[in-house]
């Protein structure tokens, strides 16, 4: 009889003790998952987006973002259209040219004349600049142009690979897409017209 009650004494004991390590380890396991502010947030889940979604560009520090809408090739003449977009939820203000800089395919860059107005390249993109305001979402439009002209043999013909633009002097300037080489020839300038305001 002694020896049974010590059996179940010694069964009570051990179940107890088990009791209160299991409680023991499940608080702590769990510890943080309560909301305590003591443990760094969880991580948050990776999230792909859906194939089907187009992503929205951001908008640059600017406030605008300036793409070219593709060129026009006619008996040498090069035209080049550019388009500068308000995306911020302020209005933003231009009065003037594009600042253009053409370089090589090692970005480095061709030392041009740039026309405003583009009077010695060709005609009818000689308007004078002026005030716009831009609300989110409006446009600007302007163009660029230039000749693959060689009217001289002595001097080697300048064809750039890539294009930057800003909206106006000491504006950060954006790359955009030339649509093919700036295959200038040497003739050592290129001409733009002013910022206009788009129609629909």
């Known amino acids: 009889m002694i020896s049974l009650g010590t059996a179940a004494r010694r069964r009570v004991v051990a179940a107890v003790a088990a009791a209160f390590l299991l409680t023991a380890c ?4 769990h510890r943080d998952a309560g909301g305590d502010p003591t443990g760094p947030p969880p991580p948050r889940p990776a999230t792909t987006p859906s194939a089907s979604a187009d992503p929205v560009p951001e908008c640059p520090a600017s406030g605008v973002r ?3 809408t593709g060129g026009d090739a006619a008996m040498g003449l090069r035209a080049l259209g550019l388009e500068l977009v308000n ?6 203000q231009l009065n003037g040219y594009p ?12 030392i041009l004349r740039v026309v405003n107005g583009a009077k010695e390249i060709t005609s009818g993109f000689d308007q004078p600049p002026q005030p716009i305001t831009l609300h989110k979402g409006e446009r600007a439009v302007a163009t660029v142009l230039w000749r ?3 009217t001289d043999p002595t001097v080697v013909a ?9 909206p106006a002097a000491g504006q ?4 955009v897409d030339p649509h093919g080489p700036v295959d200038v020839g040497n003739t050592g300038r290129i001409g ?8 629909t």
Do not use: H, M
Request: hydrophobic share 45%; aromatic share 8%.
């Open 192 to 199: 733009v017209s002013a910022w206009k305001a788009a129609t």
């Open 66 to 68: 300036i793409r070219s």
């Open 26 to 29: 499940t608080t702590d396991e």
């Open 158 to 166: 300048t064809a750039g690979a890539y294009l930057t633009i800003a």
């Open 99 to 110: 600042v253009v800089w053409v370089l090589n395919e090692q970005r480095k860059p061709i």
């Open 172 to 175: 950060p300037a954006e790359e």
């Open 148 to 150: 693959n002209l060689v």
């Open 87 to 92: 995306c911020a939820d302020r209005p933003y």
